[in-house]
């Protein structure tokens, strides 16, 4: 069953804060292949919290996304600053885009990151493809 049109546009609320700390930055290297040397964090780290958004809005009985029919098809950063251990992140999602092709939900989403402040450090773009039930 696709997903309701009222979807698109909705804002969720923001995710709890995560401290970016070295120890973390060095296992998200290594969980990549890489190493970190202890500057700004690897490109695709705010994935981290990006992920925690993309989570709530699967997890929203409201929505009705069934987590095992869903599959990443794509993401982006849009940096406005460097990620640096010591910053607190949140993420708040929009989804900005609902389209159903060939019995599956195409959402677009982006997901605002910003510091304890409030300040914008990244926007992540991700589409998640909710697979319908003959797919």
């Known amino acids: 069953?696709?997903?309701?049109?009222?979807?698109?546009?909705?804002?969720?609320?923001?995710?709890?804060?995560?401290?970016?700390?070295?120890?973390?930055?060095?296992?998200?290297a290594a969980s990549t292949g890489a190493t970190y040397d202890g500057g700004p964090a690897p490109a695709t780290f705010p994935i981290v919290v990006a992920f925690a958004a993309m989570t709530a809005l699967m997890r929203d009985p409201s929505v009705g996304i069934e987590l095992h029919r869903v599959v990443h098809g794509e993401q982006r950063f849009l940096y406005t600053r460097p990620v640096v251990a010591g910053d607190e992140l949140s993420a708040t999602l929009t989804v900005e885009t609902l389209r159903q092709i060939g019995g599956a939900d195409i959402i677009g989403t982006r997901s605002e990151i910003t510091d304890a402040g409030g300040l914008p450090v990244c926007t992540a773009y991700a589409t998640l493809v909710h697979r319908g039930e003959g797919s």
Not at 1 to 28: H, I, N, W
């Open 1 to 28: 069953m696709p997903l309701d049109a009222s979807v698109k546009g909705r804002t969720f609320p923001p995710t709890a804060p995560y401290t970016v700390s070295r120890e973390r930055l060095v296992e998200f």
